[in-house]
């Protein structure tokens, strides 16, 4: 786990880090379909914290990764991937189906935190989708009985 000490590093050093996760993203954009599925989600996770990865080829690999590999995803690791997608607001297809993936086979969201957290990623324009509404009432009702 080279790569999750040096972020560590460069993230509490006092120097800019804009050419360092410019070269991360520009190397995930080329390989992301060779990361383990362990790497792939802790990547997603990481790199949907930095705001400048919001529309980039990077944001699309990650995605389209996701999204070929969901089968081999547990759980909780379809919900870490599609919470951060939607951290780096990349509602796209590959979203949706990961989504899909996660109600259909994964018992969907597992907490009302993660509900939460999903909800305010949203903006308007993708609340309106028809997509965005039925995966919102399906965590919605998947999580009643927990929410009462």
């Known amino acids: 786990h080279l790569l ?4 560590d590093i460069v993230s509490v050093c006092p120097l800019d880090s804009t ?7 520009a190397r995930l954009t ?3 379909g060779r990361l383990s599925i362990p790497q792939l989600v802790f990547m997603i996770e990481l790199i949907s914290e930095y705001p400048p990865i919001k529309g980039t080829p ?11 590999r969901k089968d081999s995803l547990d759980s909780t690791n379809c919900e870490k991937v ?14 949706f189906a990961i989504a899909e993936f996660l109600f259909t086979q ?3 969201l597992r907490t009302y935190d993660a509900l939460s957290e ?3 990623r949203l903006t308007k324009t993708i609340v309106q989708e028809p997509q965005m509404l039925e995966l919102i009432s399906k965590a919605i009702e998947m999580l009643a009985p927990v929410i009462n």
């Not at 999750?4 to 972020?7: A, E, G, R, S, V």
């Not at 990077?58 to 070929?68: D, E, G, I, K, P």
């Not at 951290?87 to 297809?93: I, N, P, S």
């Open 106 to 108: 994964r018992q969907g």
């Open 4 to 7: 999750d000490q040096l972020t």
């Open 30 to 32: 080329k390989d992301a």
């Open 58 to 68: 990077c944001a699309v690999s990650l995605a389209f990764t996701a999204n070929v």
């Open 19 to 25: 050419t360092y996760m410019n070269n991360l993203m």
């Open 118 to 120: 999903l909800m305010t």
């Open 82 to 95: 599609l919470l951060g997608l939607a951290r780096m607001g990349h509602f796209t297809d590959d979203f």
